[in-house]
């Protein structure tokens, strides 16, 4: 098993919440659009589940397996309510998504801020 990058993993979470923060602006954009179906991206923990690791070989003899390409999946919203339209978005909803998304953003920032200065630190001394 390789070890996992702290700085790739947030890379990949930064760029899960952009696509996530573009599906979440496409529903407010849409929302007074007829029969428009708000879409989300499916949750950031299920893209690390599907995630292939890439195995290094070891040996000359062993094969390379390669490491899996990452995808964010749009999903359609299961929401029950409707307006009288047939538009599925709701304002509520979309802003709480944003504001989700806003908060991973900065959680994630942080996290690769301290990492760095830890690893600056690690390397001066």
């Known amino acids: 098993m390789q070890p996992v990058s702290l700085f790739d993993l947030a890379a990949q979470q930064a760029r899960w919440l952009s696509v996530r923060q573009s599906a979440v602006a496409g529903n407010i954009a849409n929302i007074n659009t007829p029969g428009y179906q708000a879409i989300d991206v499916v949750p950031f923990e299920q893209v690390l589940d599907s995630a292939k ?20 999946n749009l999903r359609q919203d299961a929401i029950e309510t409707t307006s009288p339209s047939g538009n599925s978005v709701t304002v509520e909803q979309e802003l709480v998504k944003a504001g989700e998304v806003r908060h991973a953003f900065e959680l994630n920032t942080a996290i690769v801020k301290s990492f760095h200065r ?8």
Do not use: D, I, K, N
């Not at 690791?53 to 964010?72: D, N, Y």
């Open 53 to 72: 690791l890439a195995f290094a070989p070891t040996r000359v003899g062993h094969m390379p397996l390669g490491a899996g390409r990452e995808t964010f």
């Open 118 to 125: 830890m690893m600056m630190m690690a390397t001066r001394g």
